[in-house]
């Protein structure tokens, strides 16, 4: 029993300094891997300083921190606006093209962001003026907005996704390799979801066309654009080298294990940032001063992220120490003759109602571990648990009143985000939880290992 309630203090603690006590998810995860580690007892110092030294050491740990780099310097190249000015030359001229540009630029976007404030921030700050212009409220364009804010943490690298491979349910059963794949078709069935919500919304509220003005042709907005799509598309490059059967063929020619030789987690950011730094070359920072006040900017989330991550690993292996997995399995063999649908049900709901007052990220590290457990057990394959936990936890931009992204959105549309706390729930945070439970027994389709 000491593992497991080592967990549920680390819960505890977590829950209370982040949602409490109205502090940083960093340093939450600072007190839960210390009041994790108090449970070792006598061994306290020797427990903590190995499962912090292998925090310290891990390839997740690297990569994200790497990935909030790349995000933050291609984010001030302006690639989001060209992203955006190739969607509105294919959408803009149809009923509702605004919101549908605004949906896709924040899937985009939150696959390289992945925060839910940011791509409010960035992309409603084109996009909700845009949609405001084409006859549509206030209330309709933050809520479109804050809907979409989640999106980006369905998608591969966010801070979420690798607090979730790190936990100590999920380290022994898959690796990075094993759900890359799964979790960029999670993260299109999710865009897809919002597409679908556009759709409904348009129709029920109105959104017309975008001014001629916001628009411009393709042929002008692709040939300055470009480059930002390629940017995304670099990300596959690794992918194809280290998975079947492409992997197979690089495997042959190089004489070692491509996987083995090639680590996804090292190579995914660094071959985005060098192919970012080519194609967005005009756009960097010029001089010294510039450069500097680009890392001033990045060095706060830096810290964070890798302060966050070097905890929940840390965590993680306190947990494993003291003989989790052991110590769950009389209570998870339980589940084992309940129903996929009824344990996705369950799990799914206790997720939505923890990311209440949670960001996803938190959210993810106090529940995520248990949850994964209790999703395997009721017989839901590895890679479609890991992915219907992110889709659940992703709605942080849609569940009021704690909704962070949702305020930002209001701001921005200059509403009262009162207004649209029914609305966000009805539209998207619903649907989240169902789409959740749809890949959870296998009715949408994920891509296995």
């Not at 607090?163 to 690796?175: C, K, N």
């Not at 030789?261 to 960097?284: D, Q």
């Not at 994964?372 to 659940?392: E, M, N, S, Y």
Request: charged share 10%; hydrophobic share 60%.
């Amino acid at each position: 029993m000491n593992a497991i309630l080592a967990l549920v203090a680390f819960i505890a603690a977590i829950v209370v300094w982040n949602a409490v006590f109205k502090r940083n998810i960093g340093e939450a995860m600072v007190v839960g891997f210390l009041v994790t580690a108090a449970f070792a007892g006598t061994d306290f110092f020797a427990v903590a300083w190995e499962s912090l030294v292998d925090g310290l050491k891990s390839e997740i740990t690297f990569a994200a921190l790497a990935f909030v780099f790349v995000s933050e310097l291609l984010t001030r190249t302006g690639l989001v606006q060209r992203m955006v000015d190739i969607l509105s030359s294919f959408l803009g001229r149809r009923r509702g093209g605004s919101a549908y540009a605004a949906t896709v630029a924040s899937g985009l976007f939150g696959a390289v962001a992945h925060n839910g404030a940011a791509i409010v921030a960035t992309v409603g700050s084109i996009t909700i003026p845009w949609m405001k212009r084409s006859k549509a409220s206030g209330e309709t364009a933050a809520l479109v907005l804050s809907g979409n804010a989640g999106v980006g943490a369905t998608f591969p690298f966010s801070g979420a996704f690798f607090i979730l491979l790190a936990a100590p349910t999920v380290m022994p059963v898959l690796s990075a390799g094993d759900i890359v794949a799964t979790i960029f078709v999670t993260g299109a069935w999710m865009v897809g979801m919002r597409l679908i919500m556009a759709y409904v919304i348009v129709k029920r509220r109105g959104v017309q066309a975008m001014e001629p003005q916001d628009i411009h042709p393709l042929r002008a907005s692709f040939k300055v654009g470009w480059p930002s799509l390629v940017v995304l598309g670099s990300i596959a490059v690794p992918i194809l080298l280290t998975a079947p059967p492409t992997a197979d063929f690089v495997s042959a020619r190089i004489g070692v294990d491509a996987p083995d030789a090639i680590p996804l987690l090292i190579w995914l950011p660094i071959v985005m940032l060098l192919v970012g730094l080519l194609v967005e070359r005009k756009a960097l920072p010029k001089g010294r001063a510039q450069w500097w006040d680009l890392f001033g900017a990045v060095g706060p989330k830096l810290g964070l992220v890798g302060v966050t991550m070097i905890s929940a690993f840390a965590a993680s292996n306190v947990l494993k120490t003291l003989g989790l997995d052991d110590q769950l399995k009389p209570y998870l063999e339980g589940l084992t003759g309940v129903s996929p649908l009824v344990a996705a049900i369950v799990v799914g709901v206790v997720i939505v109602l923890v990311a209440g007052p949670l960001n996803t990220t938190s959210t993810v590290a106090a529940v995520g571990p248990v949850a994964f457990a209790a999703l395997t057990a009721a017989g839901i394959p590895p890679h479609v648990a890991f992915a219907a936990i992110l889709v659940w936890a992703s709605s942080e931009g849609c569940s009021p009143p704690g909704a962070a992204p949702l305020y930002v959105a209001a701001g921005i549309a200059e509403i009262n985000p009162v207004r649209i706390f029914v609305p966000v729930v009805l539209y998207y945070l619903l649907p989240t939880l169902l789409f959740g439970v749809l890949m959870a027994v296998g009715l949408l389709w994920l891509p296995g290992a």
